[in-house]
């Protein structure tokens, strides 16, 4: 399914011709579930009312542990709806790749959020563009739950893993109307050929979640598929509060390591040994702001007068414990690096099928250079770490290429 080789060219494409009724296939939709039946009833509502062939659209809900009434929920109000229940939460990645297990003689696999209702032509536009052969998967126009901003519009990168949606917080204009190349789709609306999903491994189950959107967009590019924007595929976000229902170090764990893994897995050799210095670099400036150490602390012993060094001692033993948020962010590097063997063999698995090299899919990052740390201790840090290890010259033009797509 879309095996490509050479320059992506243009980020922008030109759909084909609507897909008539009788070539629209059979299409497994996956909704996720954890103590969502708040939103359950207005997502199922949405998808009944949609404009797909009869019986070429089922609808499987993967719930993962719910105690809540959910399973209750959906069984009174639509038994049309298969259920496959998880004892406990096993994480997204690994109910979403369960659920399309299980998606029979399905040929695509959508995956779509709980909190979310969708357009009546929601899943026609979004799976066209996979039955016409020109990608591999797809992702929707996500908007927020009123219509009055843009919650995604397909999404870029930066250079050590974090995914930008594009377009969030924007108002809706002909900028989100405009199909293109997109990095990666957004696991809460997307779509994806069954076969090329199950080929290239699906979502990488140690993710639990966050993330892992990111890098199966970036593992589809380097094994030579390609990812596309459908804005006429259009459904509205309610922004579940899921995350909230686990301790806030838990989650930030996750969305430390799993950028990290993503870009050791998917950069070629050259790009990793340039990249992943600094991004080590950031995550121990973010695991000191994370801390609340100051920049000029105690620990620091030219900060203390020389006939004074005993209150100098006695400031650092008397220094607050650190953060739950800094421990989260330590433990999460060192995962990555503990497991160092385990981490090569996954890597060596993307490598070793490569189709597409790195600076074919860089234009499709958007924003490599920018950084979450907007503090000028952490830009300066940055810039000159980048500058030595050369990403300024991997990335800027890209950088720039951004900021034309954007406007």
């Known amino acids: 399914m879309s095996q490509a080789s050479g320059s992506l060219g243009d980020l922008y494409v030109l759909p084909g011709a609507p897909v ?13 579930n954890y103590n969502g039946r708040q939103h359950l009833r207005r997502c199922f509502e949405s998808l009944a ?12 809900l993967v719930d993962n542990g719910s105690e809540d009434g959910s399973l209750e929920e959906l069984r009174a109000h639509f038994p049309w709806v298969r259920i496959l229940e998880n004892p406990r939460n096993f994480g997204f990645a690994p109910a979403c790749n369960q659920g399309a297990a299980n998606k029979g003689d399905a040929s695509i696999v959508a995956f779509l959020n709980n909190d979310m209702r969708v357009d009546p032509a929601w899943l026609r536009e979004l799976v066209a563009p996979i039955v016409r052969g020109e990608c591999a998967a797809t ?12 919650d995604s519009a397909g999404g870029g ?14 108002v809706p204009s002909a900028e989100h109307d405009v199909a293109r190349r997109t990095l990666f789709a957004c696991g809460g609306a997307m779509a994806v050929d069954a076969r ?23 593992r589809l590019w380097v094994l030579g598929h390609e990812v596309h924007y459908v804005p006429t595929s259009v459904c ?20 430390i390591r799993n950028p990290l893994l993503t870009i050791f897995k998917n950069y070629d050799d050259e790009n990793l040994h340039r990249v992943l210095p600094v991004a080590l670099g950031v995550a121990i400036r973010r695991m000191l702001l994370a801390a609340r150490i100051p920049d000029q602390h105690p620990y620091l012993i030219y900060h203390a007068k020389a006939v004074d060094l005993d209150s100098a001692a006695g400031a650092v033993r008397s220094n607050p414990e650190i953060s739950r948020d800094a421990v989260a962010d330590l433990i999460a590097v060192h995962e990555v690096l503990v497991h160092w063997r385990a981490r090569m063999e996954r890597r060596a698995q993307v490598q070793s099928r490569r189709r597409r090299a790195d600076a074919e899919i860089f234009g499709l990052f958007l924003r490599p250079l920018w950084s979450v740390e907007s503090d000028a201790t952490s830009q300066e840090m940055i810039a000159s770490m980048a500058a030595f290890y050369g990403l300024d010259d991997l990335f800027r033009t890209f950088e720039r290429g951004a900021v034309e797509v954007r406007t």
């Open 20 to 32: 008539p009724n009788e070539a629209l296939p059979k299409v497994l939709v996956v909704v996720l």
């Open 49 to 60: 009312a949609l404009d797909y062939p009869r019986g070429r659209a089922s609808f499987l």
């Open 139 to 150: 992702t929707s126009k996500m908007l927020s739950w009123d219509g009055a901003r843009i």
């Open 157 to 170: 990168m930066n250079f050590h893993g974090i995914g930008i949606p594009y377009g969030y917080g924007d």
């Open 196 to 218: 090329t999903f199950e080929d290239v491994g699906g979502f990488d189950r140690e993710y639990f979640a966050y993330y892992e959107d990111v890098d199966l967009g970036w």
């Open 236 to 255: 509205w976000h309610h922004h579940s509060s899921t995350s909230r229902r686990f301790p806030p170090e838990t989650v930030r764990l996750v969305q």
